[in-house]
């Protein structure tokens, strides 16, 4: 199992960005896949998560509104759409999956991200003020 996320950077408090994953050694047909971001000093914290049964996808409160999470089966990636990006989003945004947890309403897996079995390398989203 490879996770590899790609697409973080600098920009501006307001503007966009767009995070992939792309999943290897399993299919996002089968299980949930789900971003995760970790701010320095602050507990890591579930952002969005898709289901592989109906494709739905949970996204925390925070960022309702302003990210959107999805798949494309074709190329067993998922994005992270994040617009009218804030200051306190910069954190290190990963992406994980586990092969026995289900997504949760809040956008995370299963009842701790500490049991998320698979996880991918960081990417750094920095938002300036």
């Known amino acids: 199992v490879q996770l590899q996320a790609s697409g973080g950077g600098l920009v501006q408090s307001g503007r966009s960005l767009r995070l992939s994953c792309y999943a290897s050694?399993?299919?996002?047909?089968?299980?949930?896949i789900g971003w995760f971001r970790q701010a320095p000093g602050k507990e890591r914290e579930g952002v969005a998560c898709?289901?592989?049964?109906?494709?739905?996808?949970y996204h925390t409160d925070s960022v309702k509104g302003r990210f959107t999470m999805s798949r494309d089966h074709a190329s067993n990636t998922v994005y992270l759409q994040m617009n009218s990006l804030r200051p306190e989003d910069t954190a290190v945004y990963y992406c994980?999956?586990?092969?026995?947890?289900?997504?949760?309403?809040?956008?995370?897996?299963?009842?701790?991200?500490?049991?998320?079995?698979?996880w991918g390398r960081g990417t750094l989203v920095t938002v300036s003020s």
């Open positions: 898709i289901n592989s049964n109906d494709g739905r996808a």
């Open positions: 050694g399993f299919s996002l047909d089968h299980y949930p």
């Open positions: 994980a999956t586990d092969f026995e947890e289900r997504c949760t309403v809040s956008g995370s897996i299963g009842r701790s991200s500490y049991r998320v079995d698979y």
